[in-house]
């Protein structure tokens, strides 16, 4: 075939294109479409935009400032967030004045906040605190909980109703994009359980496969020797075979489709 003629062309003024990410493959200095169209020219880093705030948590900064010995509630106001975003920084303050309330509660009872309580702020936390004065902010007597907005019917089953309710904006810059999975067992109950019970099951299953195996390759000089020796013994890996294959049935249904 016949090499495509290439088309150069120039802008006056220069106009900035804005492309999906799958759309583009960047490099130092070119990008190139994927229908092969190349884009001369440096490639500038976007930020991430964040058009509602619904949530925010800490815990994985905590738990980095930990480990280096530094005081979590230190590190967490001057994190980049709170000295780059005044509303989350207001947020943050409101967060703070009901913890005290809760834990003075809390501690009738000793007790005390719940990491959840004191790193994290949910939807229903940041509905509340964007309409509430730092000064209006109040505990629910005796609910033992941060104060939340009353969800609306529809919100109990899809989330926020953000026609509803009012969040923040957020522009993180890429040098201050990190990624961190949600779906790593340190963060998620579910998935810490998902990876035991799978990984538990998986020894039990390469466990019953290597007796058996052992059996049917190895098995001839014992069935030589006492053929009812050698079937109690394939009798029981059986057994122990389809005790794994029984809990699977049970384990498949709870971990995949419930």
């Known amino acids: 075939?016949?090499?495509?003629?290439?088309?150069?062309?120039?802008?006056?003024?220069?106009?900035?294109?804005?492309f999906r990410p799958r759309d583009i493959q960047e490099a130092a200095?070119?990008?190139?479409?994927?229908?092969?169209?190349?884009?001369?020219?440096?490639?500038?880093?976007?930020?991430?935009?964040?058009?509602?705030?619904?949530?925010?948590?800490?815990?994985?900064?905590?738990?980095?400032?930990?480990?280096?010995?530094?005081?979590?509630?230190?590190?967490?106001?001057?994190s980049w967030l709170l000295k780059e975003n005044h509303e989350l920084k207001e947020i943050w303050e409101k967060q703070q004045v009901a913890l005290a309330q809760l834990t003075a509660e809390l501690a009738t009872h000793e007790r005390v906040p719940t990491e959840k309580d004191k790193y994290r702020i949910g939807w229903q936390e940041m509905a509340y605190y964007s309409k509430t004065a730092i000064s209006d902010v109040k505990i629910t007597p005796k609910k033992y909980a941060m104060p939340?907005?009353?969800?609306?019917?529809?919100?109990?089953?899809?989330?926020?109703d953000y026609k509803l309710r009012t969040f923040p904006h957020l522009t993180v810059p890429r040098g201050e994009v990190q990624f961190t999975s949600k779906f790593a067992p340190a963060w998620n109950t579910y998935y810490a359980v998902y990876f035991t019970m799978t990984g538990?099951?998986?020894?039990?299953?390469?466990?019953?496969?290597?007796?058996?195996?052992?059996?049917?390759?190895?098995?001839?000089?014992?069935?030589?020797?006492n053929p009812e020796w050698l079937a109690n013994r394939v009798e029981?890996?059986?057994?122990?075979?389809?005790?794994?294959?029984?809990?699977?049935?049970?384990?498949?249904?709870?971990?995949?489709?419930?």
């Open 236 to 258: 029981i890996g059986g057994l122990f075979w389809h005790f794994v294959d029984l809990v699977w049935i049970f384990l498949f249904p709870i971990l995949y489709l419930m």
């Open 148 to 160: 939340k907005v009353k969800e609306e019917l529809n919100e109990e089953f899809f989330g926020p």
């Open 200 to 225: 538990l099951h998986g020894l039990h299953v390469i466990g019953g496969a290597l007796v058996l195996a052992y059996y049917l390759f190895f098995g001839k000089k014992m069935y030589l020797s």
């Open 1 to 18: 075939m016949p090499e495509q003629p290439a088309i150069i062309f120039s802008v006056e003024p220069a106009t900035t294109f804005q």
């Open 29 to 78: 200095e070119s990008g190139a479409l994927r229908d092969g169209t190349a884009l001369k020219g440096k490639l500038q880093e976007s930020p991430m935009v964040f058009h509602y705030v619904d949530a925010i948590d800490f815990r994985h900064l905590v738990m980095k400032a930990e480990e280096k010995g530094i005081d979590p509630k230190v590190a967490i106001e001057n």
